[in-house]
Protein backbone atom coordinates (compact mmCIF):
# COMPACT_ATOMS: atom_id res chain seq x y z
CA UNK A 1 0.00 0.00 0.00
CA UNK A 2 1.77 3.44 -1.04
CA UNK A 3 2.23 6.18 1.21
CA UNK A 4 -1.12 8.66 0.85
CA UNK A 5 -3.85 5.81 0.70
CA UNK A 6 -1.93 4.30 3.89
CA UNK A 7 -1.69 6.92 5.98
CA UNK A 8 -5.44 7.93 4.12
CA UNK A 9 -6.79 4.82 5.42
CA UNK A 10 -5.76 5.29 9.14
CA UNK A 11 -7.06 8.93 9.27
CA UNK A 12 -10.19 7.70 7.86
CA UNK A 13 -10.47 5.20 10.68
CA UNK A 14 -9.70 7.45 13.22
CA UNK A 15 -12.25 9.69 12.27
CA UNK A 16 -15.08 7.09 12.19
CA UNK A 17 -13.73 5.30 15.26
CA UNK A 18 -14.23 9.13 17.28
CA UNK A 19 -17.37 9.78 15.12
CA UNK A 20 -18.82 6.30 16.34
CA UNK A 21 -18.07 6.96 20.14
CA UNK A 22 -19.43 10.49 20.55
CA UNK A 23 -22.59 9.08 19.09
CA UNK A 24 -22.95 6.53 21.16
CA UNK A 25 -21.86 8.95 24.52
CA UNK A 26 -24.44 11.58 23.24
CA UNK A 27 -27.15 8.65 23.14
CA UNK A 28 -26.92 8.44 26.50
CA UNK A 29 -30.06 9.38 28.83
CA UNK A 30 -27.55 11.55 30.66
CA UNK A 31 -26.65 13.12 27.91
CA UNK A 32 -30.06 14.97 26.75
CA UNK A 33 -32.96 16.83 28.35
CA UNK A 34 -35.05 18.18 25.71
CA UNK A 35 -36.45 20.65 23.93
CA UNK A 36 -39.93 22.02 23.25
CA UNK A 37 -38.81 20.66 19.53
CA UNK A 38 -37.82 17.57 20.00
CA UNK A 39 -38.80 16.86 23.81
CA UNK A 40 -38.49 12.67 23.58
CA UNK A 41 -35.05 10.53 23.45
CA UNK A 42 -32.76 11.34 20.77
CA UNK A 43 -32.57 8.97 17.79
CA UNK A 44 -29.39 7.49 17.19
CA UNK A 45 -29.06 8.73 13.96
CA UNK A 46 -29.47 12.44 15.40
CA UNK A 47 -26.67 11.43 17.97
CA UNK A 48 -24.49 9.99 14.82
CA UNK A 49 -25.27 13.41 13.11
CA UNK A 50 -24.41 15.48 16.26
CA UNK A 51 -21.09 13.68 16.47
CA UNK A 52 -20.11 13.89 13.04
CA UNK A 53 -21.36 17.17 12.51
CA UNK A 54 -18.54 18.01 15.91
CA UNK A 55 -15.79 15.82 14.79
CA UNK A 56 -15.90 17.52 11.22
CA UNK A 57 -16.08 21.07 13.05
CA UNK A 58 -19.85 21.62 10.92
CA UNK A 59 -22.31 22.74 13.41
CA UNK A 60 -25.30 21.71 11.48
CA UNK A 61 -27.55 19.74 14.13
CA UNK A 62 -31.34 18.51 13.51
CA UNK A 63 -31.91 18.58 17.49
CA UNK A 64 -30.74 21.64 19.04
CA UNK A 65 -27.53 21.90 20.89
CA UNK A 66 -29.41 23.52 24.07
CA UNK A 67 -31.38 20.25 24.29
CA UNK A 68 -28.68 18.55 25.26
CA UNK A 69 -27.43 18.32 28.87
CA UNK A 70 -24.11 19.27 30.60
CA UNK A 71 -22.36 16.21 30.17
CA UNK A 72 -23.99 15.91 26.79
CA UNK A 73 -22.52 19.74 25.78
CA UNK A 74 -19.33 18.84 27.13
CA UNK A 75 -19.10 16.01 24.78
CA UNK A 76 -19.60 18.28 21.82
CA UNK A 77 -17.18 20.40 22.95
CA UNK A 78 -14.73 17.19 22.86
CA UNK A 79 -15.70 16.40 19.96
CA UNK A 80 -14.92 19.84 18.29
CA UNK A 81 -11.70 19.93 19.59
CA UNK A 82 -10.77 16.42 18.95
CA UNK A 83 -11.88 16.87 15.27
CA UNK A 84 -10.51 20.55 14.91
CA UNK A 85 -6.98 18.97 15.83
CA UNK A 86 -8.00 15.31 14.22
CA UNK A 87 -4.86 15.93 12.21
CA UNK A 88 -2.56 16.82 14.94
CA UNK A 89 -4.06 14.06 17.58
CA UNK A 90 -3.73 11.62 14.47
CA UNK A 91 -0.26 12.32 13.77
CA UNK A 92 0.49 12.43 17.65
CA UNK A 93 -0.95 8.96 17.58
CA UNK A 94 1.87 8.24 15.20
CA UNK A 95 4.66 9.92 16.96
CA UNK A 96 3.60 7.63 20.08
CA UNK A 97 4.09 4.66 18.64
CA UNK A 98 6.42 2.07 20.30
CA UNK A 99 9.65 1.98 19.24
CA UNK A 100 10.05 5.74 18.80
CA UNK A 101 10.70 5.76 15.22
CA UNK A 102 8.70 6.76 12.45
CA UNK A 103 8.44 5.53 8.74
CA UNK A 104 9.57 7.86 6.20
CA UNK A 105 6.78 7.97 4.59
CA UNK A 106 4.92 9.12 7.69
CA UNK A 107 6.92 11.84 8.43
CA UNK A 108 6.62 12.84 5.03
CA UNK A 109 2.27 13.17 6.12
CA UNK A 110 3.25 15.14 9.38
CA UNK A 111 5.64 17.51 7.64
CA UNK A 112 3.34 18.18 4.76
CA UNK A 113 1.23 20.43 7.53
CA UNK A 114 4.46 22.65 7.68
CA UNK A 115 6.35 24.82 5.26
CA UNK A 116 10.48 24.08 4.60
CA UNK A 117 11.91 27.53 6.98
CA UNK A 118 9.35 27.31 9.68
CA UNK A 119 9.28 23.61 10.83
CA UNK A 120 10.86 20.76 9.80
CA UNK A 121 10.75 18.18 13.37
CA UNK A 122 7.20 16.59 13.39
CA UNK A 123 7.45 16.59 16.98
CA UNK A 124 8.11 20.38 17.37
CA UNK A 125 5.42 20.84 14.26
CA UNK A 126 2.66 18.88 17.11
CA UNK A 127 3.51 20.66 20.36
CA UNK A 128 3.31 23.97 18.11
CA UNK A 129 0.09 23.54 17.11
CA UNK A 130 -1.21 22.68 20.42
CA UNK A 131 0.65 25.21 22.25
CA UNK A 132 -0.81 27.31 19.55
CA UNK A 133 -4.34 25.80 19.88
CA UNK A 134 -4.73 26.11 23.87
CA UNK A 135 -3.07 29.80 24.30
CA UNK A 136 -5.24 31.55 21.77
CA UNK A 137 -8.55 29.24 22.82
CA UNK A 138 -7.42 30.11 27.17
CA UNK A 139 -7.37 34.05 25.97
CA UNK A 140 -10.23 34.16 23.89
CA UNK A 141 -12.55 32.12 26.39
CA UNK A 142 -10.99 34.62 28.97
CA UNK A 143 -12.29 37.84 27.32
CA UNK A 144 -15.41 36.20 26.31
CA UNK A 145 -16.18 35.31 30.17
CA UNK A 146 -15.13 38.78 31.24
CA UNK A 147 -18.51 39.60 28.48
CA UNK A 148 -20.60 37.08 29.34
CA UNK A 149 -20.61 37.64 33.33
CA UNK A 150 -21.17 41.56 32.36
CA UNK A 151 -24.32 40.33 30.57
CA UNK A 152 -25.33 37.86 32.67
CA UNK A 153 -25.42 34.65 30.95
CA UNK A 154 -25.91 31.15 32.40
CA UNK A 155 -22.48 29.53 33.29
CA UNK A 156 -20.46 32.32 31.48
CA UNK A 157 -17.22 30.33 32.68
CA UNK A 158 -18.82 27.19 30.71
CA UNK A 159 -20.43 29.18 27.88
CA UNK A 160 -17.15 31.03 27.37
CA UNK A 161 -14.53 27.88 27.19
CA UNK A 162 -17.40 26.50 24.70
CA UNK A 163 -17.69 28.90 22.27
CA UNK A 164 -13.56 29.72 22.32
CA UNK A 165 -13.40 25.99 21.35
CA UNK A 166 -16.25 26.08 18.74
CA UNK A 167 -14.84 29.60 17.49
CA UNK A 168 -11.43 28.68 17.18
CA UNK A 169 -12.34 25.23 15.54
CA UNK A 170 -14.84 27.03 13.07
CA UNK A 171 -17.31 24.81 14.31
CA UNK A 172 -19.86 26.45 14.70
CA UNK A 173 -21.68 24.82 17.87
CA UNK A 174 -23.34 27.43 20.36
CA UNK A 175 -25.24 26.25 23.35
CA UNK A 176 -27.82 29.48 22.35
CA UNK A 177 -30.91 28.66 20.94
CA UNK A 178 -30.90 31.49 18.85
CA UNK A 179 -26.71 30.43 17.90
CA UNK A 180 -24.76 34.40 18.23
CA UNK A 181 -28.16 36.18 17.52
CA UNK A 182 -28.62 37.96 20.51
CA UNK A 183 -25.14 39.29 20.40
CA UNK A 184 -25.54 40.78 17.05
CA UNK A 185 -25.46 44.51 18.69
CA UNK A 186 -22.48 43.38 21.28
CA UNK A 187 -19.44 44.90 19.15
CA UNK A 188 -17.16 42.99 21.26
CA UNK A 189 -18.43 39.47 21.31
CA UNK A 190 -18.62 39.34 17.57
CA UNK A 191 -15.22 40.62 17.61
CA UNK A 192 -13.88 38.27 19.83
CA UNK A 193 -15.58 35.24 18.12
CA UNK A 194 -14.23 37.11 14.31
CA UNK A 195 -10.41 36.93 15.56
CA UNK A 196 -10.49 33.34 16.97
CA UNK A 197 -12.40 32.00 14.15
CA UNK A 198 -10.00 34.20 11.33
CA UNK A 199 -6.93 32.62 13.80
CA UNK A 200 -8.05 29.03 13.65
CA UNK A 201 -8.81 29.58 9.45
CA UNK A 202 -5.61 31.06 8.97
CA UNK A 203 -3.54 27.81 9.33
CA UNK A 204 -0.92 27.23 11.95
CA UNK A 205 1.94 27.50 9.40
CA UNK A 206 1.36 30.65 9.11
CA UNK A 207 0.45 31.23 12.25
CA UNK A 208 3.88 30.26 13.23
CA UNK A 209 5.88 31.72 10.59
CA UNK A 210 4.42 35.16 11.70
CA UNK A 211 5.68 34.47 15.17
CA UNK A 212 8.86 33.84 14.31
CA UNK A 213 8.93 37.17 11.89
CA UNK A 214 7.60 38.83 14.73
CA UNK A 215 10.54 37.85 17.01
CA UNK A 216 13.21 38.28 14.41
CA UNK A 217 13.95 34.76 13.57
CA UNK A 218 12.84 34.92 10.15
CA UNK A 219 13.88 38.06 7.93
CA UNK A 220 10.58 37.79 5.56
CA UNK A 221 7.26 35.78 5.38
CA UNK A 222 7.10 32.90 3.31
CA UNK A 223 5.05 33.23 0.20
CA UNK A 224 2.62 30.66 1.36
CA UNK A 225 2.27 32.96 4.29
CA UNK A 226 1.73 35.69 1.87
CA UNK A 227 -0.63 34.35 -0.17
CA UNK A 228 -3.08 33.18 2.92
CA UNK A 229 -3.44 36.97 4.45
CA UNK A 230 -3.38 38.20 0.91
CA UNK A 231 -6.41 36.11 -0.15
CA UNK A 232 -7.66 35.70 3.48
CA UNK A 233 -7.52 40.23 3.81
CA UNK A 234 -9.37 40.33 0.50
CA UNK A 235 -11.76 37.98 0.64
CA UNK A 236 -12.74 39.31 4.25
CA UNK A 237 -12.69 42.84 3.67
CA UNK A 238 -14.52 42.30 -0.05
CA UNK A 239 -17.19 40.75 1.17
CA UNK A 240 -17.66 42.92 4.53
CA UNK A 241 -18.30 45.41 2.27
CA UNK A 242 -20.70 43.93 -0.43
CA UNK A 243 -22.60 42.65 2.88
CA UNK A 244 -22.99 45.99 4.48
CA UNK A 245 -24.39 47.28 0.69
CA UNK A 246 -26.60 44.84 -0.14
CA UNK A 247 -27.94 44.60 3.44
CA UNK A 248 -27.77 47.69 5.33
CA UNK A 249 -31.63 48.80 3.65
CA UNK A 250 -32.24 44.64 4.76
CA UNK A 251 -31.31 42.53 7.60
CA UNK A 252 -29.12 45.23 9.05
CA UNK A 253 -31.70 48.05 8.59
CA UNK A 254 -32.22 49.98 12.24
CA UNK A 255 -28.60 48.62 13.47
CA UNK A 256 -26.22 51.60 14.35
CA UNK A 257 -23.21 52.13 11.96
CA UNK A 258 -20.98 50.10 14.06
CA UNK A 259 -23.33 47.39 14.80
CA UNK A 260 -24.12 47.27 11.02
CA UNK A 261 -20.25 47.34 9.98
CA UNK A 262 -19.41 44.55 12.43
CA UNK A 263 -22.29 42.52 11.56
CA UNK A 264 -21.29 42.99 8.15
CA UNK A 265 -17.70 41.44 8.94
CA UNK A 266 -19.12 38.67 11.33
CA UNK A 267 -21.24 37.40 8.16
CA UNK A 268 -18.21 37.61 5.84
CA UNK A 269 -15.82 35.27 8.14
CA UNK A 270 -18.31 32.64 9.74
CA UNK A 271 -18.62 31.21 5.51
CA UNK A 272 -15.17 31.11 5.93
CA UNK A 273 -16.44 27.14 7.59
CA UNK A 274 -17.19 28.58 10.85
CA UNK A 275 -20.94 28.29 10.99
CA UNK A 276 -22.17 31.13 13.80
CA UNK A 277 -24.93 33.19 12.82
CA UNK A 278 -25.45 36.66 14.23
CA UNK A 279 -28.44 37.59 11.83
CA UNK A 280 -31.11 34.97 10.42
CA UNK A 281 -29.43 33.06 7.16
CA UNK A 282 -33.13 32.89 5.84
CA UNK A 283 -33.63 36.95 5.93
CA UNK A 284 -30.72 37.61 3.73
CA UNK A 285 -30.99 38.68 0.29
CA UNK A 286 -30.52 36.58 -2.58
CA UNK A 287 -27.02 38.36 -3.83
CA UNK A 288 -25.69 37.60 -0.18
CA UNK A 289 -26.78 33.96 0.22
CA UNK A 290 -25.02 33.56 -3.18
CA UNK A 291 -21.68 35.34 -1.93
CA UNK A 292 -21.98 33.20 1.36
CA UNK A 293 -22.42 29.99 -1.08
CA UNK A 294 -19.19 31.07 -2.95
CA UNK A 295 -16.88 31.69 0.44
CA UNK A 296 -18.39 28.38 1.99
CA UNK A 297 -16.86 26.55 -0.54
CA UNK A 298 -13.78 28.30 -0.55
CA UNK A 299 -13.41 28.09 3.13
CA UNK A 300 -10.25 28.92 5.00
CA UNK A 301 -6.24 27.95 4.61
CA UNK A 302 -4.52 24.58 4.14
CA UNK A 303 -3.08 23.16 7.87
CA UNK A 304 -5.64 24.97 9.45
CA UNK A 305 -9.01 23.42 11.00
CA UNK A 306 -10.79 25.32 8.17
CA UNK A 307 -12.84 23.39 5.51
CA UNK A 308 -13.33 24.52 2.11
CA UNK A 309 -11.52 23.73 -0.74
CA UNK A 310 -8.84 26.37 0.70
CA UNK A 311 -7.80 29.73 -0.09
CA UNK A 312 -4.59 28.49 -1.93
CA UNK A 313 -6.38 26.51 -4.25
CA UNK A 314 -8.93 29.41 -5.09
CA UNK A 315 -5.89 31.45 -5.51
CA UNK A 316 -4.32 29.00 -7.75
CA UNK A 317 -7.10 28.51 -10.06
CA UNK A 318 -7.97 31.70 -9.95
CA UNK A 319 -4.14 32.16 -11.70
CA UNK A 320 -4.77 29.81 -13.74
CA UNK A 321 -8.31 31.12 -15.12
CA UNK A 322 -6.73 34.52 -15.90
CA UNK A 323 -3.55 33.79 -17.13
CA UNK A 324 -1.68 31.33 -19.73
CA UNK A 325 1.12 29.64 -18.73
CA UNK A 326 4.57 29.54 -19.89
CA UNK A 327 6.68 27.01 -21.80
CA UNK A 328 7.26 25.14 -18.97
CA UNK A 329 3.51 25.26 -18.13
CA UNK A 330 4.41 27.42 -15.20
CA UNK A 331 2.23 30.53 -13.69
CA UNK A 332 4.21 33.48 -12.71
CA UNK A 333 2.34 35.53 -9.33
CA UNK A 334 3.93 38.00 -7.26
CA UNK A 335 6.92 37.69 -8.69
CA UNK A 336 6.96 33.94 -8.12
CA UNK A 337 6.88 30.77 -10.37
CA UNK A 338 3.63 28.47 -9.77
CA UNK A 339 5.02 25.44 -11.23
CA UNK A 340 2.83 23.36 -13.55
CA UNK A 341 2.79 20.58 -11.12
CA UNK A 342 1.70 22.89 -8.24
CA UNK A 343 -1.36 24.29 -10.72
CA UNK A 344 -2.24 20.80 -11.31
CA UNK A 345 -2.70 19.68 -8.23
CA UNK A 346 -5.24 22.58 -7.45
CA UNK A 347 -7.22 21.96 -10.07
CA UNK A 348 -7.77 18.30 -9.66
CA UNK A 349 -8.37 19.34 -6.43
CA UNK A 350 -10.96 21.75 -7.18
CA UNK A 351 -12.42 19.24 -9.63
CA UNK A 352 -12.68 16.59 -7.05
CA UNK A 353 -14.35 18.89 -4.23
CA UNK A 354 -16.60 20.49 -6.97
CA UNK A 355 -18.05 16.60 -8.30
CA UNK A 356 -18.19 15.58 -4.55
CA UNK A 357 -20.80 18.60 -4.18
CA UNK A 358 -22.29 17.89 -7.20
CA UNK A 359 -23.24 14.59 -6.14
CA UNK A 360 -23.90 15.31 -2.67
CA UNK A 361 -26.66 17.99 -3.81
CA UNK A 362 -28.01 15.40 -6.97
CA UNK A 363 -28.91 12.81 -4.01
CA UNK A 364 -30.44 15.82 -1.76
CA UNK A 365 -32.96 16.59 -4.38
CA UNK A 366 -34.02 12.93 -4.65
CA UNK A 367 -34.13 12.52 -0.84
CA UNK A 368 -35.49 15.99 -0.22
CA UNK A 369 -36.84 17.67 -3.21
CA UNK A 370 -38.91 14.82 -4.15
CA UNK A 371 -40.83 15.57 -0.42
CA UNK A 372 -41.17 19.37 -1.16
CA UNK A 373 -37.82 20.79 -0.09
CA UNK A 374 -36.46 24.01 -2.13
CA UNK A 375 -33.43 23.42 -4.16
CA UNK A 376 -31.99 26.38 -3.89
CA UNK A 377 -31.96 25.41 0.47
CA UNK A 378 -30.74 22.11 -0.56
CA UNK A 379 -27.45 23.89 -2.77
CA UNK A 380 -26.82 26.07 0.56
CA UNK A 381 -27.17 22.90 2.87
CA UNK A 382 -25.34 20.75 1.01
CA UNK A 383 -22.11 23.43 0.26
CA UNK A 384 -22.03 24.40 3.86
CA UNK A 385 -22.06 20.36 4.91
CA UNK A 386 -19.07 20.00 2.37
CA UNK A 387 -17.45 23.22 3.58
CA UNK A 388 -17.64 22.24 7.22
CA UNK A 389 -19.67 25.79 7.61
CA UNK A 390 -22.91 24.70 9.76
CA UNK A 391 -24.98 27.86 8.24
CA UNK A 392 -28.53 26.70 7.40
CA UNK A 393 -31.43 27.92 5.89
CA UNK A 394 -33.65 25.63 8.06
CA UNK A 395 -33.27 22.58 6.27
CA UNK A 396 -31.56 20.11 7.97
CA UNK A 397 -33.47 19.98 11.01
CA UNK A 398 -36.14 18.64 8.43
CA UNK A 399 -34.16 16.28 6.45
CA UNK A 400 -35.27 12.70 6.34
CA UNK A 401 -33.21 9.84 7.64
CA UNK A 402 -31.89 9.49 4.06
CA UNK A 403 -30.83 12.97 3.76
CA UNK A 404 -28.90 13.39 7.08
CA UNK A 405 -27.05 10.22 5.92
CA UNK A 406 -26.01 11.82 2.94
CA UNK A 407 -25.30 15.02 4.93
CA UNK A 408 -23.21 13.20 7.32
CA UNK A 409 -21.51 11.75 4.86
CA UNK A 410 -20.60 14.77 2.92
CA UNK A 411 -19.49 17.13 6.19
CA UNK A 412 -17.05 13.58 6.40
CA UNK A 413 -16.34 13.65 2.65
CA UNK A 414 -15.52 17.75 2.98
CA UNK A 415 -13.32 17.31 6.25
CA UNK A 416 -11.88 14.18 5.86
CA UNK A 417 -11.62 12.98 2.51
CA UNK A 418 -10.07 16.44 0.84
CA UNK A 419 -7.46 16.18 3.42
CA UNK A 420 -7.10 12.37 2.77
CA UNK A 421 -6.23 13.34 -0.76
CA UNK A 422 -3.80 15.87 -0.21
CA UNK A 423 -1.88 13.94 1.21
CA UNK A 424 1.65 13.25 -0.14
CA UNK A 425 2.03 10.53 -2.14
CA UNK A 426 5.13 8.56 -3.39
CA UNK A 427 6.37 7.62 -6.75
CA UNK A 428 6.34 4.19 -8.02
CA UNK A 429 9.57 2.53 -8.48
CA UNK A 430 10.67 2.28 -12.23
CA UNK A 431 10.18 5.34 -15.07
CA UNK A 432 6.95 6.92 -15.48
CA UNK A 433 4.72 5.14 -18.57
CA UNK A 434 4.64 7.21 -21.90
CA UNK A 435 1.78 6.97 -24.36
CA UNK A 436 0.49 8.01 -27.52
CA UNK A 437 -0.73 11.97 -27.58
CA UNK A 438 -4.21 11.92 -27.50
CA UNK A 439 -5.77 14.02 -29.97
CA UNK A 440 -8.73 15.96 -28.84
CA UNK A 441 -10.63 19.18 -29.82
CA UNK A 442 -11.54 21.82 -27.00
CA UNK A 443 -13.97 24.37 -27.04
Known sequence: MGSRSSDAVYLLGFFSFIILVGALLLYLPAAWIGTSAYPG????????????????????????????????????????????????????????????????????????????????????????????????????????????????????????????????????????????????SNPLVL?????????????????????????????????????????????????????????????????????????????????????????????????????TLILMFIGGAPGSIAGGIKVTTAFTVLIVFLRRPDSQGDYTAFRKRITASTANDAVDYFLRAGALLVCATGILSLTEGLIGADFGHIVFESVSAFGTVGLSLGLTPNLSFAGKVVIIATMFAGRVGLIALAFPGTHRKGGPVSYPAANIILG
Open 41 to 184: KLAFIDTLFTSASAVCVTGLVTADTSGFSRFGQTVIMLLIQLGGLGIISFTSILLTIPGGRLPLRRLKTIRSFSVEGVEYDPRKIVRNIVFFTLLIEGFGALLLFFEFDRMGVDSPGFSAAFHAVSAFCNAGFSIFPDSVERFN
Open 191 to 291: GILVTLIVSGGIGFIVLQDVERRIRGKRKRLSYHTKVVLFSTLTLIFLAALAFWLIERQGVFAGMRLVDSAMNALFQSVTPRTAGFNAVTQTQLHQPSKFL
